[in-house]
């Protein structure tokens, strides 16, 4: 199954830990499609999906500008999304008080529409990583453990 990498980012750093998940994926045979600009028109949450959300946080505790409306969509959405499984990678600042405040947010709204979410939301902390998508190889093996493990 192709993974839905979204992407969640205002000053573009979130785009490289996204570029950076895809030859993961490639490595054990599995195919992805970068969104950085999601739009739920263009994914068919009808259907049996896997997204692995990239997502910083803004403001205090907010969305980045490009996932805003993105996030207006997912709560309007009267279904459940029972269908979607999710991982989440949050990155952020630990300086301030909502650090990742974005992805924990997001993270409560699927899992209220009833999505599944596979392993722990993995949240990278600019301050000790500023390089986030190093950091990928401490969590995107167990991740893609977790995904084999879905029966689909
Ligand atoms: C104006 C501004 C507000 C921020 N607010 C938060 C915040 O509330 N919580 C947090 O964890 N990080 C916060 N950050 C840190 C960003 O999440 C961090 O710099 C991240 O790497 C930005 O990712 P991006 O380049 O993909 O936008 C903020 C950064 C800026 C510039």
Known sequence: ??????????????????EAIQPYLEEVGMTSTIHFNPDLNSLSIEDEQIWLICLSTHGAGDYPENF???????????????????GLIGIGDSNYDTFCFAAKRFDELLLEK??????DVFNI??????????RLVDWIPLWIKDLSNLAI
């Open 114 to 119: 009833e999505a599944t979410r596979l392993g």
């Open 125 to 134: 902390d600019v301050v000790n990583s500023p390089i986030p998508e190093d």
């Open 1 to 18: 199954m192709n993974i839905e990498i979204l992407v969640g980012s205002t000053l573009g750093g979130t785009e490289y830990v996204a």
């Open 68 to 86: 805003k409306a993105f996030v207006e969509q997912i709560k309007q959405t009267t279904g459940s999304l029972s269908k979607l499984s999710f």
